[in-house]
């Protein structure tokens, strides 16, 4: 089943980060400074000082047979290639970041997954974000799957 909802870019929002700053929480307070509840990722690129993220694996204790373990942890100077997600939020209104990212290490191999917390930005990341109008990005707890999802409606 394919849920999609409508809408419009409502405003952009462009903003760096500086040295030793938590992107995933940078881009917590950025939504919360500029009240963005719905929203894109446009688009994100820098340099982080070391990297950590998830990637799927099997997990037989979970009902789909897949989920996240440990994180995938990189050592040293990573180039941040690009950056995207949404920007959505629970039934309580709460901010659900949902932010993927392509990396890359100091000898050009290629490295991705799902941003958590704990990647600190080494010398700049700039970000450009859209605020949509029209579209309601929710994002809630699917119980077959063991993991939150995107559950886009028209407002």
Sequence with gaps: MISTAQGNIKRIVAARMSPGEDVLLG?????????????????????????????????????????????IILRGAIELVA???????????????????????????GHGGHLIEGNKVLMTVDVVIAEVDGI????GYDEDLEVFIFAPKQK
């Design 83 to 109: 950056l995207s997600g949404m920007i959505c939020h629970d039934d309580k209104g709460e901010t659900l970041l949902h932010v993927h990212y392509s990396l890359s290490d100091q000898y050009g191999t």
């Design 27 to 71: 881009l917590e307070k950025i939504c919360k400074d500029y009240g963005i509840k719905d929203g894109v990722i446009l688009s994100g690129i820098g340099s982080l000082d070391g990297a950590q993220f998830f990637n799927p694996v099997p997990l037989k204790d979970k009902k789909a047979g897949y989920g996240y373990g440990e994180p």
């Design 136 to 139: 309601e990005m929710g994002r």
